[in-house]
């Protein structure tokens, strides 16, 4: 059985940072995109930056670029999302997924998802 796991998500202040983290387990060994997205209530899954481990391609949208860093570690299957220079604007849940189709951040591309964890920032 295929799990994501995400970890490391809080309440910040602007202009401060977090790591999350996102330990996969049980993939089949060609879902090597793992990407971070996400999500406020009532709103559209957004696609926020992706890694291919097989590879080392990544993507972000536009609006991390500069903040946002993606990295892995293989040996303990994890992928994490430094975020840095934080915005109110970036207060979502934030999940990980899988997918085996390259480093795209269209959501209906992955196939296993996490629970999410809750990112708040805020003055």
């Known amino acids: ?9 809080g309440s910040v202040q602007p202009g401060g940072s977090l790591r999350l983290s996102c330990v996969t387990s049980g993939l089949p060994s060609y879902y090597t995109v793992i990407g971070w997205f996400r999500q406020a209530p009532g709103m559209a899954r957004e696609g926020v930056s992706c890694v291919d481990r097989s590879d080392d391609v990544t993507s972000y949208a536009d609006s991390v670029k500069g903040r946002f860093t993606i ?53």
């Open 1 to 9: 059985q295929s799990h994501l796991v995400e970890s490391g998500g």
């Open 71 to 123: 990295s892995r570690d293989n040996a303990k299957n994890t992928v994490y999302l430094q975020m840095d220079s934080l915005k109110p604007e970036d207060t979502d849940v934030y999940y990980c997924a899988a997918s085996r189709h390259g480093a795209s951040l269209r959501a209906t591309l992955y196939a296993y998802w996490g629970q999410g964890t809750q990112v708040t920032v805020s003055s």
